[in-house]
């Protein structure tokens, strides 16, 4: 015997959890054939316990930290956000940027976990349980340097993503294999004009990607050889992490 208030609440988390974008109530009741006043009191509800995540400006919802929490627990991250907040607050405040952790998902999702801001006059919005393609932007070429994708696969699955200014495949490569090299990527501008972030893939024991960590600035705030320099810092951070959390006392670009 199921009961159907859970399954329902069930069937929003896990479309929400695939959605690429947060959605209303209105457009949630509508896709999972549910009357709006019970998706209302079904979205509330997981919200108030932290399974969403609710935009007041937006009136939207996404997956909540909660979720991640569970995952967390389940698949063996232990303390690693215990361990990582401190670091990006380091890095943002160090910087003046937005620093994040994201989560790689088994369903081929990076899902933000954790952000630490700085006191910059400007800030970036992010939403906690917001979620990205794993292969695009800067993280998006670790989690592809650390793959067992085929180049092949690899090509199918480029072609599917959406940039506001989309790199060529050629360059794409060639930027995933110098972030499997140096353990950084840059993105200046590519996933989201105006934008340059850095990434950093936090590797388990086993050389899997399990988390990456995305510093994230506004163009021509920094000069060339400042974000490199955040982007050696980023590395660094990530490795902490990991050396931390999985007890890897390598650098993953090693």
Not at 143 to 149: I, P
Not at 214 to 233: K, L, P, Y
Request: charged share 20%; proline share 4%.
């Amino acid at each position: 015997m199921t009961v159907r208030s859970v399954v329902q609440a069930l069937r929003i988390v896990r479309h929400l959890a695939d959605a690429p974008d947060p959605m209303g109530v209105n457009a949630l009741a509508r896709l999972l054939d549910l009357s709006p006043s019970s998706c209302f009191n079904l979205v509330k509800t997981l919200a108030a316990e932290g399974f969403l995540a609710f935009d007041a400006k937006a009136k939207t919802y996404a997956i909540g930290p909660a979720v991640a929490d569970l995952a967390r627990r389940a698949d063996g991250s232990g303390n690693a956000l215990a361990i990582a907040r401190p670091r990006l607050q380091a890095l943002a405040a160090r910087f003046r940027i937005a620093s994040a952790l994201w989560r790689l998902t088994p369903n081929g999702r990076l899902v933000l976990v954790a952000v630490a801001d700085s006191e910059h006059a400007t800030r970036l919005h992010m939403t906690i349980g917001q979620r990205l393609p794993m292969l695009v932007g800067s993280m998006g070429r670790c989690v592809a340097g650390y793959s067992t994708l085929s180049q092949a696969a690899l090509g199918r699955a480029f072609a599917e993503l959406r940039w506001e200014r989309a790199p060529t495949l050629a360059r794409y490569r060639r930027e995933v294999a110098a972030a499997r090299k140096r353990g950084w990527a840059l993105d200046d501008g590519d996933f989201m004009r105006g934008l340059v972030t850095v990434a950093a893939p936090v590797v388990d024991a086993a050389g899997a990607v399990r988390f990456c960590i995305a510093s994230t600035m506004f163009q021509g705030q920094h000069d060339a050889a400042t974000v490199r320099r955040i982007g050696e810092a980023t590395a660094a951070t990530a490795h902490e992490i990991a050396a931390g959390n999985y007890g890897v006392a390598r650098d993953p670009a090693t």
